[in-house]
């Protein structure tokens, strides 16, 4: 009798002739089934997750990215995985709250580690293999380490050299495995789809259309629809009206996306959802369209001031700053005294990296954020075009791309300085020179530069007064109440006045949305009662 039961619900899983492994890539091309098989890790390209069934023990694993990651749990002797809450609700007999797991949700919005907001479902973590053994025990192991390649590459030059090199690759592989199917670029009017698309345009691909959303008239789409122009890409635009969102959002197909895609682990990226929907509903793209958003490795790195500090951080100020930096939805960072799963997830993050070396703390600051909010936040929201049944891709963390990054020096890779010389290189390549004055700009928060050390004494008096937390709370009241993005819409059922009070004691958008989706406010029974 087996020890496991799999409960596979994706249409894009695939096995080889042995039927001991299977394969899950986020769109139908022709793979190598038979060599992905048994090929390490580090060496599959693309996106995928793979489950390995011989031998006794099940392996379950899982890609950089985390791109369809799989829960599983031990039910009356047998273990049970499976991509689909909905499956795991109804073969779990005790389906409860994990209240350490949604507390930390609550200040993050995403789980840690394993740990799902289910008791007793785990969830397989980033980059990592975990082993299902036949006694009911299991364990999990990391087989991506996150460490900055010696010697660096110190020379600008010879940087974007080598990136142009690693996106030619990774962009020339998508091509070929897309084929002829029509590529969408959600186009902002930043630096990363920027680039992607240009790269696109670079080589030549056939069929790719571009779109952004938003409230009509909005500076991002304003800028989003010039680069689209001086590209000579297609372009469209949703508009989005705040009322219109929200009852959308409260009706049977706003609970049916949470459904699909919050994955017992991660808030659902609402904020594409009814763009998407509007996509399907009235076929601006093809069915079978694969999508391509701009998601990078580049600018993981927060709280870069203390890399340029003379002496180099502790250990213990690099995991507070984690703490501070991830756990700030609810206002008030949650403190590692009240948030102990927080701080042993930040903690094993550390023992992953090469601590105590030279880069350490970028590494511990890059990899926790990758391997976490990245994962658990950002890269979940594919799910969002799978749940309209669209293909998608994230080439720009493809393995090339990876590897490259980490071989930057620290004044490369620190900022995205470096990175937006490069964009604005590629760009202007593709296009040509343009007259003076029609270069789209960019669409960036505005920010006050300064050089290292003046920006340090400004940062610690900010601190020490607390006039970072009052200027960054008057900026978010103010942005949230009437966001370009309509985000007002998702506060189902709290008053503007609860709101803007809640946002001035220091709640972010992403606070108020993870209450109401514990809460199960959202119209959708999903999270188990206390």
Known sequence: MEHYRLELTSSTWTGD???????????????????????????????????????????????????HHLLFAHVDGTWVVSDDPVRMRALIPSWRRDTEACEVFRHTGFTVGTRTLVRGVGATPAASTVELRPDGSWDQALWQDYCYTSPEVTRAEDFSERFSRAMDLVVGRLLERAGDRQLVVPLSGGLDSRLLAAWLVRLGAPRVVTFTYGKPGGREGVISRQVARALGLPWFSVDL?????????ASPEGANFQELTWGLTSLPHVQDWYALRAIHRDTLVEHDAIFIPGHTIVGNTHDEDVLERDSAPTREEVLTLIARHHASLQGRPG???NLPLLRQEVVRAGRECSWPGPRAAQELIEWFNLRERQAKYINNSMKGYEAFDYGWALPMLDNEIWACWLSGSQELTSTRQWYADFTAQAFDSVVGTAPAG????????????????????????????????????????????????????????????????????GATSLGLWANLFLANAWGADLVPPD
Do not use: C, K
């Not at 039927?19 to 986020?26: A, D, F, S, V």
């Not at 190598?32 to 031998?55: F, K, M, N, Q």
């Not at 340090?456 to 937390?469: E, I, K, P, S």
């Open 438 to 505: 029609t270069t789209p700009e960019l669409f960036t928060a505005p920010r006050t530069h300064l050089p290292p050390t003046p920006r340090r004494a400004a940062l610690a008096v900010l601190r020490a007064t607390g006039g970072d937390r009052l200027l960054s709370r008057y900026r978010s009241v103010r942005t949230m109440l009437n966001h370009p993005m309509a985000f007002e819409a998702f506060a189902v059922g709290l008053p503007r006045s609860t709101q803007a009070l809640r946002m001035a004691a």
């Open 17 to 67: 002739a042995t039927g001991h492994t299977r394969l899950w890539r986020p769109y139908r091309a022709t793979w190598d089934t038979e060599r992905d098989a048994t090929a390490a890790p580090r060496d599959l390209s693309g996106e995928w997750t793979r489950i390995t069934t011989d031998g006794g023990t099940v392996r379950l694993t899982t890609d950089r990215l985390r791109s």
């Open 335 to 337: 403190s590692f005294r």
């Open 241 to 249: 009206d705040p009322a219109r969102v929200a009852r959308a959002w």
